[in-house]
Nanobody, 117 residues
Framework: VQLQASGGGSVQAGGSLKLSCPAR???????????MAWYRQAAGKQRELVAE???????NYQNSVKGRFTISKDNAKRTLYLQMNSLEPEDTAVYYC?????????WGQGTLVTVSS
């Protein structure tokens, strides 16, 4: 299963973007048992967890994005989303989606988000 994140781009500080990560090749029963997340990697830094959607449906966020980012999914479309509001220059990074189905973990090709001040 190959994932491709999209929705990145260049915005000014305070702007919004919505990232998408379709995973239509994952069957619904597996999709519903998956832990999903968005990570990001800024230039010269390690990849870090931004937001997580657990199998049980709860969400967890990195402190720096709490209240600004929202992770969600559409089961019918088998698509993972990350709504990003009030973007800050520090959010500039390549964003990756991650879907862990237990027996296997899938990573999407990243999408670049650039926030200018």
């Amino acid at each position: 299963v190959q994932l491709q994140a999209s929705g990145g781009g260049s915005v000014q500080a305070g702007g919004s973007l919505k990232l998408s990560c379709p995973a239509r090749r994952i069957i619904l029963s597996t999709w519903n048992r998956s832990r999903m997340a968005w990570y990001r990697q800024a230039a010269g830094k390690q990849r870090e967890l931004v937001a997580e959607l657990t199998i049980g449906g709860s969400t967890n966020y990195q402190n720096s994005v709490k209240g600004r980012f929202t992770i969600s999914k559409d089961n019918a479309k088998r698509t993972l989303y990350l709504q990003m509001n009030s973007l800050e220059p520090e959010d500039t990074a390549v964003y990756y989606c991650n879907i862990d189905v237990g027996s296997q973990e899938y990573w999407g090709q990243g999408t670049l988000v650039t926030v200018s001040s």
